[in-house]
């Protein structure tokens, strides 16, 4: 019984984060999960470019920091909207 009910609970976590992920509507899920990856590439790309480490440091974690609140804004508007959106249009036969 223990085997069958966690198949079942398997079965139905992959099935509704395919649903999830296969409709453009649900992506601002994924934007906002993502989005601390956003201060990680930031200081990657200012660091080597600055002349002072510590300035590229700073730099690149503030432009981090304003590129995580931006996708994480853009998410929440995505997912509040969705259903506005699922309403024009019919992405997912759910």
């Known amino acids: 019984m223990k085997r069958i009910l966690s ?3 398997v079965g139905l976590l992959v099935l509704s984060s395919t649903m999830v992920f296969a409709c453009p ?3 601002g899920g994924e ?7 956003n201060i990680v ?3 990657r790309e200012e660091t080597p470019k600055a002349k002072f480490a510590p ?4 730099g690149g974690f ?7 609140g ?3 804004v853009s998410g929440l508007y995505d997912i509040v909207a969705s259903p506005f959106t699922m309403c ?3 992405c997912c036969n759910i």
């Not at 934007?31 to 990856?37: A, F, G, N, R, V």
């Not at 503030?62 to 995580?68: E, F, N, P, R, T």
């Open 7 to 9: 198949i079942l609970l």
């Open 25 to 27: 509507v649900f992506k």
């Open 31 to 37: 934007k906002i999960l993502k989005s601390p990856l």
């Open 41 to 43: 590439q930031s200081v």
């Open 55 to 58: 300035f590229g440091l700073v």
């Open 62 to 68: 503030l432009k981090g920091v304003a590129y995580m």
């Open 70 to 72: 931006k996708d994480l």
């Open 88 to 90: 024009k249009k019919s």
